[in-house]
């Protein structure tokens, strides 16, 4: 079955360390985006990728930050500058900036703050 | 000022009935796209129903529509015959040309929809 999938579902951060959230699409979709979604907010962009080795900031990218050295995999990690990261981080795909721009997203990472 | 506006944070609706909601957007590229999603309470996003801004008529997908009035900047989604599996958030998005030749996505806060029986 394609898809995107995400893990891990939860995860716990220490104070002052980095985690890294992981992001695999079987799709063959060429951009590929992370969310982040707080209550009562809806998603915010923190980074986007049209195509491998490239990828641009979105409107909350401080704090964050991504590769994309493969096609299927496009990982973020939350850095220990991000002082307020306890959200839940939502990955998505579209086959690419040109087409429609349908995404289909990953069942998400809920990120907290020990 | 928000680029997607979705005014009602919660709805309710009978089963059965039909649900109509609302969305508007800002933008001024002519070449945009409109997008419904559904986020159910396991967390993750289903999409449901798309508009590009030179389509003439209304999209539809089974039971969802969207209602598109262009002078307005209105893109509202219409659900009929609400079922209890419809209870979830529903999003409006948009994606519009940003510079460099890349789109960018924008999403609503949401509303919250809860169908009684």
């Known amino acids: 079955d394609g898809g995107i999938t995400q893990s891990p579902k939860y995860l716990f951060r220490k104070e002052g360390q980095n985690v890294t959230l992981s992001c695999e699409q079987n799709l063959n979709h060429d951009a590929m985006y992370w969310y982040r979604q707080d209550p009562g907010q809806g998603l915010r962009l923190i980074y986007y990728?049209?195509?491998?080795?490239?990828?641009q900031k979105g409107d909350i990218a401080e704090g964050y930050s991504v590769s994309r050295e493969k096609k299927e995999s496009f990982p973020l990690t939350v850095t220990s500058a991000q002082k307020n990261p306890t959200a839940f981080y939502l990955c998505a795909s579209s086959m690419s900036f040109r087409a429609s721009g349908i995404q289909y997203f990953g069942a998400g990472t809920r990120l907290s703050v020990l | 000022a928000q680029k997607i506006t979705q005014t009602q944070p919660g709805m309710f609706v009978q089963e059965k009935e039909a649900v109509t909601l609302d969305c508007t957007y800002d933008?001024?590229?002519?070449?945009?796209?409109l997008f419904w999603y559904k986020q159910p309470s396991s967390g993750e996003m289903i999409f449901l129903i798309y508009q590009g801004s030179y389509d003439q008529q209304n999209a539809t997908e089974g039971r969802y529509s969207l209602n598109f009035q262009k002078a307005r900047k209105s893109a509202n989604l219409v659900i009929s015959a609400s079922q209890l599996g419809d209870s979830a958030m529903y999003f409006c998005?948009?994606?519009?040309?940003?510079?460099?030749?890349?789109?960018?996505?924008?999403f609503g806060r949401g509303t919250s929809l809860i169908v009684h029986p």
């Open positions: 933008t001024s590229d002519p070449s945009y796209g």
């Open positions: 998005a948009m994606r519009e040309a940003a510079s460099g030749g890349s789109y960018i996505p924008t």
């Open positions: 990728s049209q195509i491998v080795n490239d990828f």
